[in-house]
């Protein structure tokens, strides 16, 4: 049965319908990993848009950047698995606060099948559901929506010396760039200062005392915004797990605002940051700890993303002098 039959069948069960029709291809997957497409499925109440993501790893893996192999190869398809764990296990634990797709279900094939590392995701159209706005660039204003979900979906999580098997199912450290996953790319940094440090900074983020379940992608890309942009949801949860909140908020500052920005308001934001988690918190932990330990990790997380950047792809444009500067805060709290 080829992909296409196998998706229409699977949405046929999981809708108990019969008409089911392919809208449009939204894109392919990083790295030709399958695609993400609009479906319409007749169900009693009407007609009703569903995303699909379909998963089928290319026979000869090819990445964008040069960087190809097993490691890399088996992060994506750990995280395609990570991803439908979190809709399965995860998603429905959120507050209405935490705005997600829902998920009708996710197939994925027996490991003696030939296609085990294929799988289906069936999900809510946030489009449908009033999030129809992508952003590449935001203001300094228009971030905050997009920080406060990230205080949210941090709050939700967040724990006090977590168990070493913690979070189930998930990443035991989120995010796609920490140095144990990105071995190649440390080994093609030039020398540098942030090369010396690398482990260090990664230990201080690992060890820390407080973590939650970060999103672990949260570039701009990965929010859909409502019209007027007061509202937004997040989407691709391949690198949730376990992990320290400032290196979502590092990670997405640096997708959307401009140097001059960053540079200007990284301050304002880390505390609009605080006050949302606090707020969310509702004193189940003390935030002025969880505060007092994170506040800095903000320049080591941020310095990390660079130590990747560096290693990954050296003249990438968010490789700037904000950023350097950062990074320098970064490793003189870890040397
Ligand atoms: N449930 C959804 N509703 C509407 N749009 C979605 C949904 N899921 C993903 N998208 C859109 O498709 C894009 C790609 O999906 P994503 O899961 O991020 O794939 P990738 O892993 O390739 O980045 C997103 O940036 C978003 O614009
Ligand atoms: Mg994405």
Redesign the pocket.
């Known amino acids: 049965m080829n992909t296409q039959s196998e998706i229409i069948e699977y949405i046929q069960e999981q809708f108990s319908c019969s008409k089911v029709i392919k809208l449009e291809k ?2 392919t ?2 790295s030709g990993y399958g695609e ?1 497409s609009r479906y319409q499925v007749m169900v009693q109440d009407g007609a009703k848009n569903i ?1 699909v ?1 379909s998963i089928v790893p290319p026979n000869v893996p090819t990445h964008p950047k040069g960087w190809q192999g097993d490691v890399s190869h088996l992060r994506k398809i750990k995280s395609y698995q990570v991803e439908a764990n979190w809709y399965q296990d995860y998603a429905s634990t959120l507050s209405r606060a935490s705005q997600v ?1 829902h998920c009708f279900g996710v197939k994925s094939f027996a490991i003696d099948h030939p296609r085990h590392e294929s799988s289906i995701i069936l ?5 449908a559901s009033g ?1 129809s706005v ?1 952003k590449q660039h935001l203001s300094v204003d228009e971030s905050k929506v997009c920080i406060k979900w990230l205080a949210i979906f941090h709050a939700n999580n967040l724990q006090d010396n977590h168990l070493a098997s913690w979070p189930k199912g998930l990443w035991a450290t989120g995010s796609y760039w920490y140095l144990a996953t990105r071995q190649n790319e440390y080994h093609a940094m030039q020398e540098s200062n942030v090369k010396s440090a690398a482990y260090k900074l990664d230990d201080k983020l690992n060890r820390c005392r407080f973590k939650t379940i970060i999103h672990g992608d949260a570039k701009v ?2 929010f ?1 915004f409502s019209a007027d942009l007061s509202k937004v949801a997040a ?2 949860f ?1 690198y949730v797990g376990a992990g320290c909140g400032m290196k979502d908020l590092v990670y997405f500052m640096g997708s959307c605002l401009s140097e001059h920005d960053c540079q200007e308001s990284y301050e304002e934001l880390l505390e609009y940051y605080f006050s949302q988690l606090s707020a969310a918190l509702q004193s189940r932990l003390d935030s002025c700890e969880i505060i007092e330990e994170w506040r800095p990790l903000f320049f080591v997380a941020w310095a990390d993303f660079q130590r990747f950047l560096l290693g990954w792809s050296p003249e990438h444009h968010k490789i700037n002098d904000f950023s350097s500067a950062i990074t320098q805060r970064g490793i003189s709290l870890v040397n």
């Open positions: 939204i894109q997957l990083w993400i995303i993501k797709p999900l809510s159209d946030l489009d999030f992508r890309a990965n859909c989407v691709d391949q």
